[in-house]
Nanobody, 122 residues
């Protein structure tokens, strides 16, 4: 069983910063991609940023230039540094990981964390 646990959410003023962390644990062999998604009340879950095991990144247009995704492969942890936060960034942020459970690397499984609330006041 693989579990992802997010931390670092909270209440922040517009223009401020937060740093989210997500640690993966359990019986896994390798984590390929990791990412952050968010969901505001009444809206669909949307991609925020992703990062491959090699460090290649992808960002939603809405957060480019403000958010930075990074990871520590040794710790199976992904981070999201959020700067210049806006009210529209308010959402529950979910961690995602694409995981291989065996050394064959032939099959990848997707796991999700429980989410951490980010609230930005204007």
């Amino acid at each position: 069983q693989v579990q992802l646990v997010e931390s670092g959410g909270g209440l922040v003023q517009a223009g401020g910063s937060l740093r989210l962390s997500c640690a993966a644990s359990g019986r896994l062999f390798h984590i390929n991609g990791m990412g952050w998604y968010r969901q505001a009340p009444g809206k669909q879950r949307e991609l925020v940023a992703t990062i491959t095991s090699g460090g290649s990144t992808n960002y939603a247009d809405a957060v480019k230039g403000r958010f930075t995704i990074s990871r520590n492969n040794a710790k199976n942890t992904v981070y999201l540094q959020m700067n210049s936060l806006k009210a529209e960034d308010t959402a529950v942020y979910y961690c995602n990981a694409e995981v291989s459970l065996t050394m064959s690397l032939r099959t990848l499984y997707e796991f999700w964390g429980q989410g951490t609330q980010v609230t930005v006041s204007s």
